[in-house]
């Protein structure tokens, strides 16, 4: 009966809430039959390196899923399709599908004069570019009828020189600019880095590419790619190119791609790696506009020693924080690190920081743990406070130890740049030495808790665990270890034990309250050096019986919070930027906040609209898209904590 009866709530209030203003903007983009195309636009094999494409489906019906390859920007036809079980994970080697299809040895780079210019920064032995011996690059790209409860990415290991980089699949609609921002850094003479710029439009892309160090670097430069191609852009190459103002390469420095398409009509990530001494890394291309607000987190930095893990003890973990202002104003941030002392949660005021205009900046933090003694080594989350206007600060952390053979990266997520209520790892490995750890930061300044669901592949088939429930302090973290968890025979909810012979699934984790957590699920191996990390965020409808089958309890908790306060909107109304958001926030929100009842649920959607709204920021056209799902959440939400 009261699922009956918050259906019908959400029925209600969702056709209240969400009509009422979309009628007045503009009509929500309805759900079309094509399927959606999502892409990856680099991947690398050669004969050292593994390229293994991983697909999770965390819903309860299979899904059938089309991949097609490209070799350096060569388009091939789709594969056979891919069938991908409920919980399941599908693990496919790109270099085993070339072979199949006889394509590897056509893209292959067979020795001299068939790569890319060689000069002292383009070495024939560089990892990733497609010059070695033997190797090959490309991009991917799935199409899927229901992109629902699936995610991808492709995952680089080269375990002889400890490389490891993931290129996830991305979705065109997430970005709402047309410019990308990214850094580099170069922590050795040999160290490089590049971006795999893809032009998934059917026109030409003209992409302007603008370099910052200590202020503007050299003069912009100018790309092309024609519709489908897919480009490997490096900084010393580019930074070295006849013309160019700057003859020298900076260790750091930030790069900024403008291009003339629409948004998500170029999309990439970015590698930094030496394999001379192990080091690799991957990096998010980041939309400014996709910033809703100044605090940003982090939920995952490594310090000190962490030899429980099977790390050497000689591995000592160093974060790296990179910060690029990417304004013509002076930047300050303000830096908080959440972990532990003796056992205890504790807060770190790590320190302020300013940086000038058009310039970057970077830190080690962990000497500054080694001179405060603040908090004790291990995984710890950061919050990140600046000055500027949310699209002026670019921030990045990267963990390395000493030798720079480890590293571990995990981009800051805004919670206000989102609606999530669930958390994806595409996959964990437990392979012989190889582990996997779920991290989660609570966002919130109030406790929070989750609920963790491990599937795994039990013979021919998926099972799922389900994590005994988590609560999490205001602003720490929780680390869930898969290998512990599993020799540990810890029982879950349900009395089940993970069998000792798991080694490979995906993992999810769900939590009542939208955006309450940002996670991280490093796979590593602290013999071979290697490190991967990928959580992706969705919204998922999650009716009042899915969080008791997880366990959450909802006796007595209070969380039923409310407010009549309908201000809010005042505030919002004179920083709105768009025409969508003028109309919502001035003309159209407030009578309908005034006029609600005052009742326990609607005075709770009253508050979660207001204490959860990302859509200031957000472009016309995506603006619909954005309120209707932060309206359905917030229903949804208060609908299961107010009406028990």
Not at 262 to 287: E, Y
Not at 421 to 447: C, D, Q, R, V, Y
Request: aromatic share 8%.
């Amino acid at each position: 009966m009261k699922i009956t009866t918050l259906r019908l709530a959400q029925s209600l209030l969702g056709l209240v809430l969400i009509l009422s203003y979309a009628k007045q903007i503009v009509s929500k983009p309805t759900s079309s039959a094509n399927p959606t195309t999502v892409y990856s636009p680099y991947w690398y094999v050669d004969d050292k390196t593994i390229a293994n494409l991983e697909i999770a489906n965390t819903g309860a019906t299979s899904k059938s899923v089309s991949l097609t390859l490209a070799i350096r920007g060569r388009r091939l036809t789709p594969l056979a399709p891919i069938n991908v079980v409920p919980f399941g994970t599908v693990r496919l080697s790109l270099g085993e599908i070339l072979k199949k299809q006889g394509f590897l040895d056509e893209g292959t780079q067979k020795g001299n004069g068939q790569g890319e210019r060689q000069d002292a920064d383009n070495k024939l032995d560089q990892w990733g570019t497609g010059q070695r011996m033997n190797s090959t690059w490309g991009s991917a790209e799935l199409s899927i009828d229901d992109p629902n409860n699936l995610m991808a990415w492709i995952l680089m290991t080269d375990p002889t020189e400890s490389i490891s980089i993931n290129s996830p699949f991305q979705a065109p609609s997430g970005f709402w600019s047309s410019r990308l921002q990214t850094i580099w850094w170069l922590p050795t003479p040999g160290s490089d880095a590049f971006y795999a710029l893809e032009n998934v439009s059917k026109q030409a892309a003209k992409i302007e590419v603008a370099f910052t160090s200590e202020g503007p670097l050299g003069a912009s430069q100018w790309i092309t790619l024609a519709p489908s191609e897919t480009r490997l852009v490096r900084v010393r190459q580019m930074l070295s190119e006849d013309g160019n103002k700057s003859k020298g390469v900076p260790g750091l420095g930030a790069i900024e791609f403008r291009h003339n398409g629409k948004p998500g009509d170029v999309i990439g990530p970015g590698i930094l790696v030496d394999p001379a001494v192990g080091f690799s890394t991957p990096l998010m291309l980041s939309d400014p506009a996709h910033r809703g607000g100044n605090t940003i987190q982090n939920p995952s930095a490594a310090f000190g020693t962490m030899p429980e893990k099977g790390f050497p003890p000689t591995a000592d973990f160093h974060p790296q924080l990179i910060l690029s202002n990417t304004s013509d104003a002076a930047v300050s941030a303000k830096v908080t690190i959440y972990g532990k002392k003796s056992g205890s949660a504790i807060t770190w005021e790590a320190g302020n920081w300013q940086v000038p205009p058009k310039s970057v900046i970077k830190t080690d933090i962990e000497t500054l743990r080694l001179k405060s003694h603040a908090i004790d080594g291990g995984i710890a989350g950061i919050d990140l406070t600046h000055t500027g206007s949310p699209s002026a600060l670019l921030a990045e952390v990267i963990t390395v130890d000493s030798t720079l053979t480890f590293s571990f990266y995990d981009p800051f997520f805004d919670p206000l740049a989102t609606i999530e209520n669930a958390l994806t790892a595409i996959s964990f490995n437990l392979e012989g030495s190889n582990n996997t750890m779920f991290i989660a930061k609570n966002t919130m300044k109030s406790p929070s808790r989750f609920a963790l669901k491990i599937n795994y592949k039990s013979g021919g088939r998926f099972d799922t665990y389900i994590v005994p429930m988590q609560v999490v302090l205001p602003k720490q973290v929780a680390v869930i270890d898969f290998k512990e968890l599993r020799d540990s025979a810890v029982p879950d909810k349900n009395g089940k034990r993970l069998p000792r012979d798991v080694v490979f699934g995906n993992a999810q984790l769900i939590t009542d309250i939208p955006n309450s957590f940002v996670g991280s699920d490093p796979t590593f191996n602290p013999i071979t050096g290697t490190c991967t990390s990928c959580v992706g965020g969705e919204t998922r409808e999650q009716l009042l019986q899915d969080l008791l089958d997880l366990g959450f309890d909802f006796t007595g908790i209070g969380l039923c919070r409310g407010t009549t306060d309908c201000s809010y909107y005042d505030d919002a109304c004179r920083r709105a930027p768009t025409v969508s958001a003028f109309t919502y926030y001035c003309e159209v929100a407030p009578p309908i906040c005034r006029n609600a009842p005052n009742s326990r649920t609607s005075n709770c959607i009253r508050l979660c609209l207001q204490e959860n709204d990302n859509c200031v920021y957000v472009p016309d056209v995506l603006f619909p898209n954005c309120q209707g799902d932060l309206h359905a959440i917030c229903v949804a939400s208060c609908g299961i904590q107010c009406l028990l």
